[in-house]
């Protein structure tokens, strides 16, 4: 049992980031095709925002679509590309009620104009909610992240703007996603597998990993509450010992 005191003292994830894996496994369990896993995943997308609302939570960023998931069928593509349109369609208006910024982050030149507009629309009107700030990772790479930035610096060099000698790990971080806020603590992934996959890279440098047996659509807010209390006993130590932490 903890004490009072250890109970306040316990850690509480500020940022928490999210692989939603194990859509296509679910359907197939039911006999099912992907597509209807992809579809039942939006559930769990919700019961997700509504727990980072409930709880405190300021950044959560999830992991929709990475930039290697072009390379499945064209068919589940497509039906992804609608189902991003349709759920931008029908839960911004919610998430605007409930105070959330919306931002898309990833190379978004890749997609449809109206998803573009939809995807501007969203951001724009949700761009002073500060309850919570949800994070849509779409055509996302770790890699694509780090590079950009590296790009962005050198051509501030390359103009003069600045020198290279202004480079160290917060002007980086600066042109990375999710720039402006708090690093990873958490990284939760469904479905089992214990990968990063390409995910966010620099940013989750000290995060603490969770990996969850279950499929994304079975991820529900008492998963996600399991998946906090285990943060919660982790000693996060960032390079010193124990002892100077206790
Ligand atoms: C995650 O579920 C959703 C996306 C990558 C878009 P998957 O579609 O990868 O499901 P599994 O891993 O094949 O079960
Ligand atoms: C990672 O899942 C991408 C998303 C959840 C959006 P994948 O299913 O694409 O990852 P791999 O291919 O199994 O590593
Ligand atoms: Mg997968």
Redesign the pocket.
Known sequence: MNSPEQLVEKNSPQHVAII???????AKKKGKI?TF??KAGVKAVRASVSYALKNGVQVLTLF???SE?WNRPAEEVGV?MELFKMVLGSEVKKLHKNDVRLNIIGDTSRFDSKLVSKIREAEELTENNDSLVLNIAANYGGRWDIVNAAKQLATQVHTGKIDVADIDEETFSRHTCAADLPAVDLLIRT?GEQRISNFLLWQIAYAELYFSEDF?PDFDEAAFQVAVDVFADRQRRFGKTSEQLS
Do not use: Y
């Not at 939603?20 to 679910?26: F, L, P, Y």
């Open positions: 939603m894996d194990g859509n296509g496994r679910w992907r896993g992809h929709a679509f990475s998931n992804l479905g994304w």
